[in-house]
């Protein structure tokens, strides 16, 4: 049977951290509850905390999967701010990271960890935890090895898709035709009734379904690439 939690920075974990509060992350666990098996999804800004929760729950760490590279989501500086992340993670419990392999590069110079702690992969690939299968889709737009998990009708969707919105593509790495087409073709094949879960707490609600959001998300509502590069500022 699935386990599966959304953590929210600055509520459930890192409690009494301005910053992480204000970043306003989700942190995701899943896994196989009857093998007491899972996984993290970006763990970030307070690894002893998030640990302590698997704990509680009497579950063990069978890996971590990344979504994208930048600090916020896997640890390392962002803005003079040093956030702990998947180093800190590796000296307390020793686990693979599933990363995108276009992303695997920046992950290693962005948190200092290891080419041997990688696993790189491709679309398609999938993650097995206990009797649960991760299926993992390569999402490029927010950076270029972004990459959604799929696990029973629940999207994990880092910063590619937000509720009522998207990634930005303004950063390093970004590139607004990519995210157009991650928005409009490599996520179009999903079902209305999978369960969107983003990688921040942007949106009114935590959750949302992608037919909701393909009624409701301007951003997922686009008519044309054209269009689509005057509102990202990609036309020029």
Known sequence: SL????????????????????MANFVYALGD????????????????????????????????????????????????????????????????IHVQAAEADGLRIVTGVSESDLVRHHGGDAVQVGGVRVQLLHTPGHTPGSQ????????????????????????????????????????????????????????ERPTSTLGEERRANMYLRIPSLEAWLGLMGGGF
């Open 3 to 22: 386990y599966f939690r959304q953590l929210l920075a600055g509520r459930d974990f890192a409690t009494g951290d301005p910053a992480a509060a204000q």
């Open 148 to 203: 959604c998990f799929l696990v029973d009708r629940h999207l994990v969707a880092g910063d590619t898709l937000f509720v009522q919105g998207c990634g930005r593509v303004d950063l390093p790495g970004g590139d607004p035709e990519e995210m157009y087409r991650t928005l409009t073709q490599r996520l179009a094949s999903l079902p209305d009734d999978v369960v969107l879960f983003p990688g921040h707490d942007y949106g």
């Open 33 to 96: 509850a009857e093998a007491h098996q899972c996984v993290l999804v970006d763990p970030a800004w307070d690894v002893d905390g998030l640990l302590a929760l698997l704990d509680a729950d009497g579950m063990a760490l069978a890996g971590v999967l990344a979504t994208h590279y930048h600090p916020d989501h896997v640890g390392g500086s962002m803005f003079g701010l040093h956030v702990q992340g998947l180093q800190r993670l590796l000296e307390k419990r020793p686990v693979k």
